[in-house]
T-cell receptor
Framework: AQSVTQLGSHVSVSEGALVLLRCNYS??????LFWYVQYPNQGLQLLLK??????LVKGINGFEAEFKKSETSFHLTKPSAHMSDAAEYFC????????????FGKGMKLTVNP | KAGVTQTPRYLIKTRGQQVTLSCSPI?????VSWYQQTPGQGLQFLFE???????NKGNFPGRFSGRQFSNSRSEMNVSTLELGDSALYLC?????????????FGPGTRLTVL
């Protein structure tokens, strides 16, 4: 079965600092990979996704992630954190060929300090 | 274009009761998926409907059921409520299934079981 690991549950950065949220997955075949963000009292919003092709994926709000098959990783980065980035971030994986049944990581709460 | 809507947004029930949650997908979307979000278990896939048929089901007891109508609106029902059913229930819709289509999430229904 596919699974997603997000180590830790909380990360704190200063405004302007690099944001790095780690995600590792287990899958017997290359999966589709997603990063979602959830703001308080809201649903999830897609930041970016990897399906096939270019391994460096750019998303909304300045985020990007790189798919590394050899490391089974899909880490999310942003060069400079903004206060508005404070939210919870979820990495998710789906079986090849569909995005309807997502397996999510536990989530990472990002705090941005002024 | 209106987003995914879920009603009601908040619900309080007592153990043993049953509850029905509603989800209206984005116009034209035919696939609707449901997820349960709890602090302990995180986000877990419940089921997915496409063209009024359940296509995928997660690992939840039979007390959890759902259906989809011809206009793609979906309902999920939980019978004989337990305290552990307290959660945020999220609905997501996408245009296709079996592809890389983004899932658009609603704001969720927060269910509290007393």
């Amino acid at each position: 079965a596919q699974s997603v690991t997000q180590l830790g549950s909380h990360v704190s950065v200063s405004e302007g600092a690099l944001v790095l949220l780690r995600c590792n997955y287990s899958s017997s075949v290359p999966p589709y990979l997603f990063w979602y963000v959830q703001y308080p009292n809201q649903g999830l919003q897609l930041l970016l996704k990897y399906t096939t092709g270019a391994t460096l994926v750019k998303g909304i709000n300045g985020f990007e992630a790189e798919f590394k098959k050899s490391e089974t990783s899909f880490h999310l980065t942003k060069p400079s954190a903004h206060m508005s980035d404070a939210a919870e971030y979820f990495c998710a994986v789906s079986p090849q060929g569909g995005s309807e049944k997502l397996v999510f990581g536990k989530g990472m709460k990002l705090t941005v300090n002024p | 274009k209106a987003g995914v809507t879920q009603t009601p947004r908040y619900l309080i029930k007592t153990r043993g009761q049953q509850v029905t949650l509603s989800c209206s997908p984005i116009s034209g979307h035919r696939s609707v998926s449901w997820y349960q979000q709890t602090p302990g278990q995180g986000l877990q896939f419940l089921f997915e409907y496409f063209s009024e048929t359940q296509r995928n089901k997660g690992n939840f007891p039979g007390r959890f059921s759902g259906r989809q109508f011809s206009n793609s609106r979906s309902e999920m029902n939980v019978s004989t409520l337990e305290l552990g059913d307290s959660a945020l229930y999220l609905c997501a819709s996408s245009f296709f299934r079996g592809g890389t289509d983004e899932q658009f999430f609603g704001p969720g229904t927060r269910l509290t079981v007393l």
